[in-house]
């Protein structure tokens, strides 16, 4: 009697977690297009439920920041010692990995200073500067998160999923002071517009590009999308209705484009010929161009409109001077990167204030796995003294970087990066020793994207597979 009644306490326990499972329901959670098949959603569906069933205890130990099909297949992809198999990340010296470490040489030398105004306004700057502390660091990609994650950027999980892409989502964005309105851009020459919020969906997929789309830029009003891609054009659509409105042939391949801030009327473009074109929005005519020592691979204004802050793919970053009114552009400074190696720029992002730096900033990210830091003066043409720098695992992707929300100055100065071991890492630029703050699993292949929306409360990354999550950021009291 005894072994029947533990039999059957324990099947009665099994089919009750059978009945709760949250595995069964996990695959419900990612939304379909308007176009998918219905199929295609049904048989998905019930492999995935047959799948959960036979990973049930496997998923124990599943140590993802959120729940969902895609975290959960991408989980299950992997063999059970996938972490210590990892190679291990570059590091600058023996058992420094995930730590600060001073730099060998003055931090003179690690950036090299060409300027096209007067030397004695860039002496006078650079020492109201110099009392700023400057350091370097070497960090690793894979560095486990102190003990006390930050608040502010600890998630709830995956918010929603769209993976109908099938080709690599090399940039994604959202749109301008909006909190749900998305857009990606893939390798397919596709670039998908959806929208984030209750139920989450695809509004419009635009496609025209036959090569990989690069860049793109929402205007002001959020109502034009302006592309540059590999197939040497710059398209500009019309979002509402799904059209490519404008079509502008380069004779090189555009791999970044921006808005004028101000006068959305310029689109500034740079391509792989070495320039930086900026373009009539109306007309579609070249109204200047500034040519460079290679080609142009990241571009960024400053809040008002008058500096352009590009990088180009040796791992130069240029500020340019640029008129309002009639677009006419002048080169002002040069930062040139002390490094043998030269590596493109992925990222180059501005902002207008910074606790750290007490003044506007700039972010820049290389394919070898560099970030810097940059304090910018305004009054000196944009003029970058490097703050501090961190050396990361070098990377095949062009993987992107951002700014993450301002926090109080006690809780540091933040930065979000992709990487190719598929997680979304954080890092604290304060921080002497374990920079590596937080991390997000549930890709299943190299992060190449990540923006934040207006709110500030989701966060998007994509990845190689062609797969986009939104997360979910915990709230903060």
Request: aromatic share 8%; hydrophobic share 30%; with cysteine.
């Amino acid at each position: 009697m005894a072994e029947e009644t533990i039999e059957k306490s324990s099947s009665s326990e099994e089919e009750k977690n059978k009945a709760v499972d949250p595995t069964f329901f996990s695959c419900l959670l990612q939304p379909s297009s308007a176009d998918s098949d219905p199929q295609y959603i049904g048989i998905r569906r019930l492999l995935l439920c047959r799948k959960a069933e036979s990973g049930v205890h496997r998923r124990k130990d599943w140590r993802c920041n959120g729940k969902g099909y895609v975290a959960y297949r991408n989980y299950i992809r992997r063999p059970r010692n996938w972490e210590s198999l990892h190679a291990p990340s570059h590091s600058s010296t023996p058992g420094q990995s995930g730590r600060w470490i001073p730099s060998p040489a003055p931090l003179s030398l690690l950036f090299e200073v060409d300027s096209w105004s007067s030397s004695r306004d860039l002496r006078s700057g650079y020492q109201a500067s110099s009392h700023r502390t400057s350091f370097s660091s070497s960090a690793s990609d894979n560095d486990p998160p102190v003990r006390k994650v930050e608040p502010a950027y600890s998630f709830v999980g995956m918010h929603c999923i769209f993976d109908q892409c099938k080709a690599s989502v090399t940039v994604l964005k959202f749109g301008n002071k909006s909190s749900d309105l998305l857009a990606y851009g893939a390798a397919d020459g596709t670039l998908t517009v959806c929208t984030v919020s209750q139920p989450p969906s695809i509004i419009k997929e635009l496609r025209g590009h036959s090569k990989d789309v690069t860049d793109f830029d929402f205007s002001s009003n959020n109502q034009y999308i302006a592309s540059s891609s590999m197939d040497k054009t710059v398209r500009v659509w019309e979002i509402s209705k799904g059209l490519c409105i404008r079509v502008i042939y380069g004779i090189s391949s555009q791999l970044c484009i921006r808005f004028h801030p101000v006068n959305n009327n310029f689109l500034s473009a740079g391509n792989a010929n070495r320039e930086i074109t900026v373009f009539n929005f109306s007309t579609g005519r070249v109204i200047n161009k500034a040519v460079f020592d290679d080609a142009v691979t990241a571009v960024d204004h400053d809040h008002t409109g008058q500096l352009i802050f590009c990088g180009d793919a040796q791992g130069c970053i240029y500020t340019v001077n640029m008129n309002s009114r009639t677009g006419s552009l002048s080169r002002s400074h040069r930062n040139r990167s002390s490094n043998n190696r030269k590596s493109p720029v992925t990222t180059v992002q501005y902002r207008s204030f910074s606790l750290l730096a007490r003044g506007p900033v700039l972010l820049t990210c290389t394919q070898d796995g560099s970030l810097s830091f940059f304090s910018v003066a305004l009054e000196i043409q944009g003029y970058l003294t490097p703050r501090c720098s961190l050396k990361l695992t070098p990377r095949v992707h062009s993987i992107r970087a951002s700014f993450c929300p301002l926090l109080s100055l006690e809780k540091g100065e933040y930065i979000v990066a992709g990487s190719e071991d598929s997680n979304v890492y954080f890092y604290d630029l304060t921080r002497p020793r374990h920079t590596c703050v937080n991390k997000l699993q549930g890709h299943g292949s190299p992060v190449i994207g990540v923006a934040w929306n207006h709110g500030e409360n989701l966060l998007g990354s994509s990845d190689s597979d062609g797969t986009v999550i939104v997360w979910k950021r915990a709230k903060t009291s």
